[in-house]
């Protein structure tokens, strides 16, 4: 019968409770951050993954090659979540299939040196 008497008590239960619970979790996305700047860093620094991107450009400029879309500089990023949409002129291959065959034909140590990275 105490507590009811105690001034807004649900309410410093409650501050207590998140107190108690917001250091581990901090601790925890503290440590999930590191690894994302970590891995972003990596991919950043990979000379390997910026010729790949650079592959992934010059095949992009050789189908666009005579449009308004051909000599591009860049890409933005969110198209390599597409590139397994892009179809090619073979049955079942899209530009990831021919990509990779591509890496895997002429630059085989890129195909192989992503794996990796410190992600």
Known sequence: MHLIKVPEYGLKLDCMKFSYEFRPIAELLGKRVD????????ILESSDVQELLHILLVVGNFINTGGYAGNAIG???????KIHEIKSNK???????VLVESIEKNKPTSYTS?????I
């Open 35 to 42: 690894e994302m700047l970590k891995a972003g860093t990596s």
């Open 91 to 97: 049955p079942r291959m899209t530009m990831m299939h």
């Open 114 to 118: 992503t794996r990796n990275l410190a």
């Open 75 to 81: 890409f933005k990023l969110a198209l390599l979540s």
